[in-house]
C-alpha cells in the first residue's frame, strides 16, 4: 500500500487560506469516506482534527475544514494562525481494511 | 478522561523483537478497536495494525511488517499490544497506541499515547 501523496510543503500570510491536498486511488480515498486529518507539532503526539473526510471533532477550531473529490481529499484552513505551524498527514480507510496515511504537509505561516 | 500509554520501548538488537504494551483508561477499553502507528526519526506516519472490539478477531496489518506483526489485546487488563520481530534499523521510530473513534466503521484515531521509542542498534 503505497503512501497517500501530499505536497511537502505549503505556506501563508496570517489571516489567509492555505489547501493541503492528499491524493490516494480507487482502494483508498476515492472509494470510501473514512478520510482523517491530524496536526502534528514538532516533537508532540498527533491530533485528530477531520474525520471522516469533512467533520471535526469537539474542540477542535472551525477554521479547520476538509472535502473530497474523487481520489483527492483536502483540508483547509482558513484565517491562518502562527499556532497552525505544523505538520500535517492524512489518513484513509483502504480495501483491505487496513489504513494508511499521507506523506504529510510542513505548513509554515509567513 | 482517556489515556493511552505505552511502554516497553528501548534499544533492541538487529535480528530481535520487541514487544510494547499499552495501558489505557478512561473509556470502557473492550468496546473499541486499536491501532498501532509509528513515526521513525524526522519521517512521516506510517500505519502498523488495528485490532477489533471485544474478543479481537479481526486483525490487519499493514504490507510493510506483515509476517513480523502481530497485535493483541488484554479487555481485562485494558491493555494492547504489539510483537514485532527480526528488527532492523529500518524499525527505529517512536511507537504509538491509537483508540479508534466513535463510528460504526473504523475510520480515524481519536486518543493518541504520547509513544515509545525503539532504537535497533548493535
Known amino acids: 500500500q503505497s503512501a497517500l501523496t501530499q505536497p511537502a510543503s505549503v505556506s501563508g500570510s496570517p489571516g489567509q487560506s492555505i489547501t493541503i491536498s492528499c491524493t490516494g486511488t480507487s482502494s483508498d480515498v476515492g472509494g470510501y469516506n473514512y478520510v482523517s486529518w491530524y496536526q502534528q507539532h514538532p516533537g508532540k503526539v498527533p491530533k485528530l482534527i477531520i474525520y471522516?473526510?469533512?467533520n471535526r471533532p469537539s474542540g477542535v477550531s472551525d477554521r479547520f475544514s476538509g472535502s473530497k473529490s474523487g481520489y483527492t481529499a483536502s483540508l483547509t484552513i482558513s484565517g491562518l494562525q502562527a499556532e497552525d505551524e505544523a505538520d500535517y498527514y492524512c489518513?484513509?480507510?483502504?480495501?483491505?481494511?487496513?489504513?494508511?496515511f499521507g506523506t504529510g504537509t510542513k505548513v509554515t505561516v509567513l | 478522561q482517556v489515556q493511552l500509554v505505552e511502554s516497553g520501548g528501548g534499544v533492541v538488537q538487529p535480528g530481535g523483537s520487541l514487544r510494547l504494551s499499552c495501558a489505557a483508561s478512561g473509556f470502557s477499553f473492550s468496546g473499541y478497536a486499536m491501532h498501532w502507528v509509528r513515526q521513525a526519526p524526522g519521517k512521516g506516519l506510517e500505519w502498523l495494525a488495528v485490532?477489533?472490539?471485544?474478543?479481537?478477531?479481526?486483525?490487519h496489518y499493514a504490507e510493510s511488517v506483515e509476517g513480523r506483526i502481530t497485535i493483541s489485546r488484554d479487555n481485562s487488563e485494558n491493555t494492547l499490544f504489539v510483537h514485532l520481530n527480526r528488527l532492523t534499523v529500518e524499525d527505529t521510530a517512536v511507537y504509538y497506541c491509537?483508540?479508534?473513534?466513535?463510528?460504526?466503521?473504523?475510520?480515524?484515531?481519536?486518543?493518541w499515547g504520547q509513544g515509545t521509542l525503539v532504537t535497533v542498534s548493535s
Open positions: 485490532i477489533s472490539t471485544h474478543d479481537g478477531s479481526r486483525k
Open positions: 491509537a483508540k479508534e473513534g466513535e463510528g460504526d466503521h473504523w475510520s480515524a484515531f481519536d486518543y
Open positions: 489518513s484513509s480507510y483502504t480495501s483491505s481494511s487496513t489504513f494508511v
Open positions: 471522516d473526510v469533512t
